[in-house]
C-alpha cells in the first residue's frame, strides 16, 4: 500500500514539473517518502533481529543502509546478524569498523576477536582478547582465552582423528547422530517428504525432523520418523538410553498444534521423553522441568539410567546456555544442578554426551577452541572438580563443530560440523580416535628424608586416590616416585623404588587389583627445582623433591 502511494504522487509530480517550484515540492516530497521508507526499514530490521530472524534483518538493514544512515547501533547488529548465522567473513569487516570507534562496545570487542578465530587469524585474535580482558574482567570468556594462539597452534600440531564423510547428509542441517539397534537416528532439516514446507526465522531454513537409517547399508536413503516423534516444528536431537528403554527428543513448545510463546515472546524448546513397551515407544512426555519461560534440550543419559545431562538458559546460569544434570529419584527427576564455572562460561555451553565411564563430553564456545563452537571433555579429578580439555584437531576445526556422540567401542563415534567441504549447512562427520585426549589429574604425595613410609598427610592423598579408582573401574594410574639430590645416586635409586612400594602395597591393601597400578622409581634424576649435587637448599625446597607423583590414566 505505501508503494503505490509512493507511485501515484511521482506520477501527479511529474506532470507539474515544468514549474521549478513543483520541482522543489517534488524533491521536499522524496525526501520526505525516502526518510520514511528508510524508517520503515530501520524499524522492521530491529523488529526481525529481536525475534532472532537473522536473514530478513540483514536484508532491511542493507535497504538502510543504501540510504546512507549507518548508525553504531545499525552496524552492530547486521555485524552480530552476520555472525550468527556463520558469515563471519563479513561480520569481522563490520566489527572491524566498530572496534576503532572511540565509543565502541566491549561486546563490539569480544565478537570480533571470535570473527578472527572463525577466520583463522589467531594472533590478531589474541590482541583483542587481551583489550576485552583489560575491559571485562569479570568475564571468564576473556580468561580462558587469554593468550590462546599458541596453545591453538599446538592443537593444530597433532592430528587426532580419522575424519570421514557420511553419505546420509543434505544440502540442509544434519547433526545429532546416535545409535539405536543398529540404526543412526539423526536431526535434519531436508523434510523432503513435506506436503506443506515450514521454515523458521533464524536462518529461513526447514524445520528439523528425526530421521533414521541403517548402519551397515551403505545405500538406503534415510526415513523421516513417521509415528509420534515428529511435529510441524523443530524436532530434534534425540538420545536413546538403553538402560532404561527410554527415548528423549528436544522439540518446539506448542500445544494443540500451535507454538506457546514466552513473556518474551519467544518460542523455546522444551525435552520430551517416553518408554519402550513390548517393542512400542509410549506417548511423549514432558520433563518436569520444563518451562515455556527458558529452553531445555540436547539430553544425554547416564549409563545406568539415574543422571540426565541437557542444555538450558534457564535463569540463574552462567552465561547464554548452560549444561545441567538432574538425579532421578524414587519420587521422579529431582530439581536440576548446574554444572558449574568449571564447565559453564559466559558464552554457549550444549550438546552434553555423558560416555559409558562417566567422562563428560560438551560443546562451546566459551572455552579455548578453535574458532567457533568446539567440542570438550570434561572430567572430574580427585577432589571432584571438573577438569576440561580441548578434544583436539581435526574433530574440532575453526568453524562451528558440535553434538558428540562417541558409540560403545569408546574408539569411535560421530560428530556434526559447518567446515568448509561439506554437503550442506552442518554436516554429520564420523571420527575414528588415533590419540586419546583426556584431562591430566592426579596428586603428590610427600616422604620424611631417606624414609618411605606412608605419612599421614600422604595416606590422605591416597584414599582420594582409591575412591577413585573404585568409582572408575576402566581407570588405571602411574607412580612416579623420587628423592632429593642428599645421598649417594644408588642409595636413592633403591630409595623411590621402596616409595614406589609402599604407596602400591597401600592402595592393594585397600582391594584396588596390582594390574591397575604401574609404579617406577627415578631417584635423584628428576628433581623439580635447582637443589642438585653441591647445591645450598632449605629444607622446604629438598622436600619438594622427596615425592611420588600419581596420574590417572585410562586402559
Known sequence: MFRIKYIIVLLILNVLSSNIYALNILKDIRKNIDSRLTTYNHTRADKYFEGLSYIKAIEKYGKVLERNF????????????????????????IFKKLVTKSESESLDIYYYAQSLKYNEKYDEADIWIKKYRSIKNDDSRGELQYQAAPLIKDIYSVEKYKIDTVRFNSKYSDFGAVV?????FFASGRNDKAIIQYNYSWKGDPFLDVYQTYVEDTLAKPKIITKGLNSRFHDGPIFFSDKSEEVYITRNDFKSGLPRYSGKKENNFKLYWAKKTKDKWGELEEMPFNSKEYSCGHASVSIDGKVIYFASDMPGGYGGSDIYYSIRTSNGWDTPVNLGPKVNTEGDEMFPFIGRDGDLFFTSNGHIGLGGLDIFIARLDLNNNYIICNMGYPLNSSSDDFSFYLEGNGEQGYFASNRSGGKGDDDIYKFTILQKTYPQIGTTIHYDLSKWEIRADAAIELDKVLQYLQNNKSRTIELASHTDARGLKKFNQVLSQKRARSAVDYLVSKGIKPDRITAIGYGETKLKNTCSDGIKCTEEEHQENRRTEIKIIDF
Open 70 to 93: 549507518s548508525p553504531d547501533s545499525l552496524l552492530r547488529k547486521l555485524a552480530i546478524s552476520y555472525f550468527k548465522i556463520g558469515d563471519t567473513r563479513n561480520a569481522e569487516i
Open 180 to 184: 539405536y539397534n543398529n540404526k543412526i
